[in-house]
C-alpha cells in the first residue's frame, strides 16, 4: 500500500485529475460560453449538425471527464491523508487549507451530481436519445441549461479553492 | 428580468460573489 502514496504515484493521480478536470470544466465553458449561445443564430435545417453530432460527442467526453476527475481527485486527497478532514472542511485539525479544498472538493461534487443526474437525463430527452413526449422538450431543456449554468457558477469558486490551497 | 442563473453574465457575476465569500470565510475561520 505505501506504493500508493510513493510521491510520483502522488503527483501521477494529482496529473490525472488536473486532465480530467480541463476536459471536463473545458467543455462545460464550450457549452456555455459556445454551443448554447450559437444556437438561435443557426438555421433550423443546419441545427442537426450540433444536436446529432457535436453535442452528444461531446457530452459523453463531458461525463466520463467528470466522473474522472473526482475518482482522482478523491483518491489524491486520500494519498495525502485529508479526505475526512476536507470534507468536514477542516474542522477535525482546524486547517485552513483543508477547509479550502474541501469547499472545492463539495463543490466539485455537487457539479459531478448535476452531470450525471440532471443534466445527462435531460440532455438525452431534448437530443432524443431516450424516448420522451414533445411537450416535455421544453421543461427538459430549461431543467439541463439551468443545471450547466448553475455548474458554470460553481466552477469559478471550486476552481479558486482548489487552486488556493496551495498558496498556503 | 428573468432568474440571473439563467443568464450567463448573471452566473458569472454570482460566481465571482461566492469566490470573495469562500475565500474570506477560509481566511478568517482559523
Not at chain 1, 504515484?9 to 478536470?21: E, P, Q, T
Not at chain 1, 470534507?87 to 483543508?98: I, M, N, P, V
Not at chain 1, 431543456?141 to 466552477?155: I, V
Request: net charge positive; proline share 6%; hydrophobic share 55%.
Amino acid at each position: 500500500m505505501t506504493f500508493l502514496t510513493d510521491p510520483y504515484i502522488v503527483f501521477f493521480v494529482r496529473w490525472l485529475h488536473v486532465m480530467s478536470g480541463i476536459m471536463w470544466i473545458g467543455l462545460l465553458w464550450y457549452f456555455n460560453f459556445v454551443q448554447i449561445p450559437s444556437m438561435p443564430k443557426i438555421p433550423d435545417a443546419e441545427k442537426p449538425a450540433i444536436t446529432k453530432v457535436i453535442a452528444p460527442t461531446a457530452l459523453f467526453w463531458f461525463r466520463w471527464a467528470a466522473l474522472s476527475t473526482i475518482i482522482w481527485g478523491l483518491i489524491q486527497s486520500w494519498q495525502l491523508g485529508y479526505i475526512w478532514d476536507a470534507l468536514s472542511l477542516g474542522f477535525q485539525t482546524k486547517s485552513a487549507s483543508h477547509m479550502s479544498i474541501g469547499f472545492g472538493m463539495w463543490m466539485g461534487l455537487i457539479m459531478a451530481f448535476n452531470v450525471w443526474f440532471i443534466i445527462w437525463p435531460n440532455q438525452q430527452k431534448v437530443l432524443g436519445l431516450v424516448a420522451c413526449p414533445a411537450e416535455e422538450k421544453p421543461k427538459a431543456a430549461r431543467m439541463a441549461l439551468l443545471a450547466s449554468r448553475f455548474n458554470t457558477m460553481l466552477s469559478i469558486p471550486m476552481s479558486y479553492a482548489m487552486v488556493a490551497v496551495h498558496l498556503r | 428580468m428573468n432568474n440571473p442563473l439563467q443568464t450567463l453574465q448573471g452566473s458569472i457575476i454570482l460566481g465571482i460573489v461566492i469566490t470573495v465569500i469562500v475565500d474570506l470565510i477560509v481566511r478568517y475561520t482559523f
